[in-house]
């Protein structure tokens, strides 16, 4: 991996092709590892250097992962590379990422960038129609939390529960936002959740085959990441208990207990 000359992105909103997109001969992500600092574009010349940018966090944020594994393939197709050997290096990056195993089986029957850069349109599709629908839940005058980083670098182009956010500005109807300190590399968050808590995920993200969040597995990162000096553990994300879940809001709405019946036909086949 390359990484390109600094550059100063434009004073507006990031578009999906600031984050993540495809051009002939690579894949360019924007390097999430080094912001705010510096704004350095990385150059992924093959799949599994796509794989290596996301195993090391320079793209995370599962609909971006399976943005990222998409371009992966096609780039892989474009080269004529073994499809088999880069779909591989690419479901290792993140196993516990349902995305980007969602993305690479997209990606199967047709590797084109046409099909991967249509995964990508979706993608940013269904998290406006999720902002949508989420933004109505807030009342003017709205303070909110935000956990973990869900906007547009994790989502490849607008974000889940901070588009939310977005849309609800947008409509005048939040007064003030915080941001919480998260991980693994300082983004997941490490405060505790209570009611009301609304998750906000697209439906490529739903994982109709999980029964419990006791069967969720949870990645678990190098303690490096947290500390050099002491022993830590270092999982890479919580798993939120069902009953303190106010709403889950897909890009087909709202959605509420029992989230088996209220969610059925809402993931992404």
Not at 54 to 66: D, M, N, Q
Not at 187 to 206: C, D, K, M, N, Y
């Amino acid at each position: 991996m390359t990484a390109s000359s600094r550059h100063e992105l434009p004073r507006r909103p990031l578009e999906p092709e600031d984050v993540l997109r495809l051009e002939d001969d690579a894949v360019i992500v924007l390097d999430q590892r080094r912001l705010p600092d510096e704004v350095v574009d990385l150059r992924c010349g093959s799949a599994a250097e796509v794989a290596e940018a996301i195993r090391t966090l320079a793209v995370r944020g599962a609909p971006a992962i399976g943005v990222a594994a998409a371009y992966g393939m096609a780039l892989a197709a474009a080269r004529g590379d073994d499809l088999v050997a880069a779909e591989q290096a690419l479901a290792a990056a993140r196993p516990t990422a349902v995305n980007l195993a969602w993305a690479l089986e997209q990606m199967r029957d047709e590797p084109t960038a046409d099909r991967a850069r249509e995964i990508h349109h979706d993608e940013v599709e269904r998290c406006r129609r999720m902002a949508s629908h989420a933004a109505g839940l807030l009342a003017p005058g709205s303070r909110v939390l935000t956990h973990c980083n869900t906007g547009a670098l994790a989502t490849g182009g607008y974000g889940s529960a901070l588009g939310a956010i977005r849309a609800a500005v947008e409509q005048g109807v939040v007064e003030h936002v915080w941001v919480g300190e998260t991980r693994p590399l300082l983004q997941g968050a490490r405060l505790t959740a209570w009611e009301p808590f609304v998750v906000v995920a697209p439906g490529s993200t739903l994982d109709p085959a999980t029964p419990d969040g006791d069967s969720i597995p949870i990645e678990e990162r190098d303690p490096a990441e947290v500390s050099t000096r002491f022993p830590a553990r270092n999982p890479a994300f919580d798993v939120t208990p069902a009953e303190l879940i106010s709403a889950i809001v897909t890009e087909a709405g709202v959605h509420r207990a029992p989230y088996a019946e209220s969610l059925a036909g809402a993931a992404v086949a």
